[in-house]
């Protein structure tokens, strides 16, 4: 099981960020994608998921509105995009499967926020 | 909303001495907590799961355990390895998401 992450990113404050997360090794659309980031020195901060098989999508409240979760069935890979970013969103982003014992993470994308 | 509080912070023992770290949620729960490493520049590892069930590959020196809203992460004897960043994790549906705790530090004294 691999899901392998784009690469880092710089975006200047106001603009919009979209990070791609494609699975192999095993059915994608057995298993939720989660999306995680984890700021410098922070705990990680769940930002919302997708049932890979509906295409149905959850957020947290407290990114709802900024934050879009998509899947390419065809292509195994879910999609985050981020929208309005500052600096307080400068982060390593992480795709996941977090289903018990079915637990892998991707190798995070640094997205980097400044003028 | 349930919050996951980790104690203490940190940690500091030598290899072979027990670790024992605590995470206190806010309200009863499911069973459905976890327990992750993390080292620096890595993502997070899966240790436990369901409380108490180990991951697959990880050493039997790793123990979860749950009395009430207090769970436990018991690592038998510290090997250099272990030396990182632990966090508890709840998985929940209503409402739907991943509780993460602040973590505990476990460094070398």
Known sequence: VQLV?????????????????QASGYTFMSYAIYWVRQAPGQR????????????????SQKFQGR????RD???????????SLTSGDTAVYYCATV????????????????? | EIVLTQSPATLSLSPGERATLSCRASQSVSIYLAWYQ??????????????????????????????GTDFTLTISSLEPEDFAVYYCQMRSNRPPG??????TKVEMK
């Open chain 2, 38 to 67: 993390q080292k620096p520049g890595q993502a997070p590892r899966l240790l436990i799961y369901d409380t108490s069930n180990r991951a697959a590959g990880i050493p039997v020196r790793f123990s979860g355990s749950r009395s």
């Open chain 1, 99 to 115: 289903e018990g014992l079915f637990d892998f993470w991707g190798q995070g994308t640094l997205v980097t926020v400044s003028s």
């Open chain 2, 98 to 103: 991943l509780t993460f705790g602040g973590g």
């Open chain 1, 67 to 70: 934050v879009t979760i998509t």
């Open chain 1, 73 to 83: 069935t065809s292509a195994s890979t879910a999609y985050m995009e981020l929208s």
């Open chain 1, 44 to 59: 990680p901060e769940w930002m919302g998921r997708i049932n890979t098989g509906s295409g149905n999508t959850e957020y």
């Open chain 1, 5 to 21: 992450q784009s690469g880092a990113e710089v975006k200047k404050p106001g603009a919009s960020v979209k990070v791609s997360c």
